[in-house]
């Protein structure tokens, strides 16, 4: 059964250091979200990803995030200068048709720590 | 601010019992609804998913959805100490991106 993917499982990084998570999202799917997860939080949506630009992005995704599409099949989320405070995980997720009445496919997440 | 309510719970029910979980949404205009299972350290997990008013039977899982009382459950008969987890409540709401309640922990005990 295809799946999503994402690499790395765990990265440790320092404050103000740049961190790139991927994901490679699953095979036919056109629409491609990134979620995030504070330990004991609830899951918040912050940036939605369709024919190679955002649809949306949440008020969480400041300028020090970005995504991409570098190639067909990878899709990555950039922190350019980490804090302490994007410890979390983060989820990458897909769909085949982004209308509101498909259903979203969640990666296994990589636990991103900011030390 | 479009929200999603949940009991945080833990609810805690037998092997073999009907574990009953409940969500609340603010926004009239929902369209899809779904439920997630994620188990400790792991990611959401698609179990359900329902967009008509009524009920929608899989397997051991039942959603229902009320829209004019704003009210989705999810109903799982004949629990097993495997679905011990916590049951996510997502929404669209009239963008694809979904909106989380905080979670149900449910525990099915032998």
């Known amino acids: ?115 | 601010q479009k929200e999603v309510e949940q009991n945080s719970g833990p609810l805690s029910v037998p092997e073999g019992a009907i574990a009953s979980l409940n969500c609340t949404y603010s926004d009239r205009g929902s369209q899809s609804f779904f439920w997630y299972r994620q188990y400790s350290g792991k990611s959401p997990e698609l179990i359900m998913f329902i967009y008509s008013n009524g009920d929608k039977e899989d397997g051991r899982f039942t959603a229902q959805l009320n829209k004019a009382s704003q009210y989705v459950s999810l109903l799982i008969r004949d629990s097993q100490p495997s679905d011990s987890a916590t049951y996510l409540c997502a929404v669209n709401s009239n963008t694809d991106k979904l909106i989380f309640g905080t979670g149900t922990r449910l525990q099915v005990f032998p």
Request: proline fraction near 4%; glycine fraction near 6%.
């Open chain 1, 1 to 115: 059964e295809p799946e999503v993917t994402q690499t790395p499982s765990h990265q440790v990084t320092q404050m103000g250091q740049e961190v790139i998570l991927r994901c490679v999202p699953i095979s036919n799917h056109l629409y491609f979200y990134w979620y995030r997860q504070i330990l004991g939080q609830k899951v918040e949506f912050l940036v939605s990803f369709y024919n190679n630009e955002i649809s949306e992005k949440s008020e969480i995704f400041d300028d020090q995030f970005s995504v991409e599409r570098p190639d067909g099949s990878n899709f990555t989320l950039k922190i350019r200068s980490t804090k302490l405070e994007d410890s979390a995980m983060y989820f990458c997720a897909s769909t085949f048709d982004g209308r509101e009445s498909y259903e979203q496919y969640f990666g296994p997440g990589t636990r991103l720590t900011v030390t």
